[in-house]
Each structure stands twice: as C-alpha cells, then as structure tokens.
C-alpha cells in the first residue's frame, strides 16, 4: 500500500507555467517562482516549464494582454492596443504543443494570465472587468485534454483544492499505465475496485451508478468504453469531497475489521471518525489508525484500494483535511 519514498522513485511529467519555476518570462521581466511546487511537489513531479506569450514571440518586457468581449467572442488584445489581437497565435501554439501535452500528467497554471489563467481571469466588457475568463492558452489545453488534471498555482494554497489536485495527477498516472499495459475488462474491472472508495468520498450515489455502468458495460469494445468511464470518473473527482462522505466511507472500511478488534479498540477507532467528523481531527488521524488495523488484520480488497494511501504520505496532503 505504501508508496516509494526513496530518492529513486520515478516522477511524474507535469506541464507547467514557466514564470512559477523561476524562469524570468513576465512581461515585466520578472518571475513567480512558487516554493512549494518546486521544493515539496518537486520531490514527486518533473516540471516541464512553457510559457505561451514568450513561444509567439512576444519578448520582455512586453505590454500587458487583456481578455475582452467582442459581441461574445473572447478575444486576447493588447492592454494599450487593443488593435493588436494575439488570440489565434495563442490558440495556434497551445495545438502545436498537443504533442506534449498528452504525455503529461497534470498541468499547474499561472492564475489571472489572459494566456494561462484557468478561472477568474478578468475578461472586459467595455471597461468593466468581470472574472470570469479563462486563459486562451489553457482554454485550448483543456478543451483538447479535457481529463487532463489542470490547476493554478494560487489554488494550490487550498488545502482541499492542493489534495484534490494531486490525488488526480495520480489517479491520471495509474490510469495512463493501465492503458499502457493493456486495457481490457479485467483491467478496467480491476481499476474500478482500487479506487471506488476514492469516488464515493467525492459522490457515493455517482461512484456506485459507474460501478453499475461498469458491469453492464460488457457486451461492447473495452476501448470504445473505457473513455466513457475515466470522463465520468473524472467528473466525479472534481466534485468536492464532503467531510460527511469521507466519514461513510471510513466507517465502511471500519466495518472490515468488525470480528478483529476488541472492545477498547473499536471505541478508539469509533472515536477517532466521530472526532473527525467534528472537525477536532484531520482526516489522517483515523487513516492511520486504519492503516495500523489492517496491518494487523489485512484484507485483500482494502489492501488494494488506493484510499488509504491515494498520494504519499510525506506530501503530508490528509493532514490539512
Ligand atoms: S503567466 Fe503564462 S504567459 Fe504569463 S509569464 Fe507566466 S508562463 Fe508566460
């Protein structure tokens, strides 16, 4: 269950904005190195920087870029002049790195960027911005990748988001590997029963109506379904995951240990979900207690199920929730 922890342990191929590594390519000439991408994410993901403004040619300084609203088009134009339209060399150059882009795992962005922003980019309506753009560059990269785990550096700072973030990039990864090995039933069946604890901590009505999916799936082509179920999947990661279902979810796995534990052990372990619940324990408090049971007590199917162990522990992501 647990996770290499080693120096040697293979990283992960993220895309990322190129001023958050540190490289000199704001317009002003300056950068947004983010420390704890680098230093903490770093131990576990490569970076693979780019930096849309720079590869159209634009050097720095340049002048600032707008999002703005032409008769319902969003268009990427000059701050000073408007009359300078960068839109379709941004669209352009965002396909011409399609190539790479689908050998990523997940993609971190620089949030309020006209080019690379993911949400809440100011877009202008005359002289009223409203936040609800979207990068052009980025725009383009989740419309051609749209499973493709994308976040900004600036929600990173959420502990939920942060979690949610890098719990996909993973979940990305094995699920890349399993194509890689072969996809077939068995596979796709397999997939399902590691990470379906996963799902009903997000939606348990969502994740159980795929598994029911799944089965009746059958009768056609494994690979005209499998893209089917990771967007659904996908969908059902994105949803936000309530404290109250990842307590259903700990007290079916405590369920597991029902004929194990004695008394006093059972009333520590209630204990530490109930105190949970209250928001008086991280999540990690029952998990290890959980953990320690199984180790004790091991059960194929949980042994197998990527919720105890979702990311590693040293990024120290169930800590915070
Ligand atoms: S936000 Fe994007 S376009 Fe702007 S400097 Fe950073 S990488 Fe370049």
Redesign the pocket.
């Known amino acids: 269950m647990k996770q290499d922890a080693g120096e040697n342990r293979e990283k992960l191929l993220i895309g990322?904005?190129?001023?958050?590594v540190g490289?000199k390519?704001?317009?002003d000439g300056g950068?947004?190195q983010n420390r704890y991408i680098l230093d903490t994410l770093g131990g576990y993901f490569s970076f693979r920087?780019?930096?849309?403004?720079?590869a159209i040619g634009l050097g720095v300084p340049r002048e600032t870029?707008r999002l703005v609203d032409r008769d319902g088009k969003v268009e990427a134009v000059g701050n000073k002049n408007p009359q300078r339209n960068f839109t379709s060399q941004l669209i352009d150059i965002a396909q011409q790195q399609a190539h790479w882009h689908r050998q990523v795992f997940g993609y971190i962005?620089?949030k309020?960027?006209?080019?690379?922003?993911m949400e809440r980019v100011r877009l202008y309506r005359g002289d009223l911005p409203k936040r609800d753009g979207i990068?052009v560059?980025t725009r383009t990269l989740m419309e051609n990748f749209p499973t493709l785990p994308v976040e900004e550096e600036g929600r990173l700072a959420d502990p939920v988001l942060r979690e949610s973030f890098v719990k996909r990039v993973f979940i990305n990864k094995r699920w890349q590997d399993m194509v890689a090995n072969g996809l077939d039933w068995a596979a796709l069946t397999d997939f399902h029963a590691r990470h379906k604890l996963i799902l009903y901590s997000h939606d348990q009505d969502l994740g159980r109506k795929l598994g029911r999916e799944l089965a009746a799936a059958h009768s056609q082509p494994v690979a005209e379904y499998a893209p089917v179920y990771l967007a659904q999947m996908v969908a059902i990661l994105r949803i936000f995951a309530k404290r109250s279902n990842h307590v259903n979810v700990l007290e079916h796995i405590r369920g597991y240990l029902k004929q194990d534990l004695d008394k006093s052990d059972k009333q520590e372990l209630t204990d530490s979900i109930e105190n949970y619940r209250l928001g008086l324990l991280p999540l990690i408090v029952p998990i290890t207690l959980l953990r320690h049971h199984f180790r004790r007590n091991p059960n194929a199917y949980i042994e197998r199920s990527y919720y105890l162990q979702p990311h590693p522990d040293e990024l120290m992501l169930l800590n915070s929730l």
């Open positions: 990322i904005s190129s001023c958050l490289e390519v704001r317009f950068h947004k920087p780019f930096c849309p403004e720079m870029i962005v620089k309020d960027s006209p080019s690379c922003g990068g560059y």
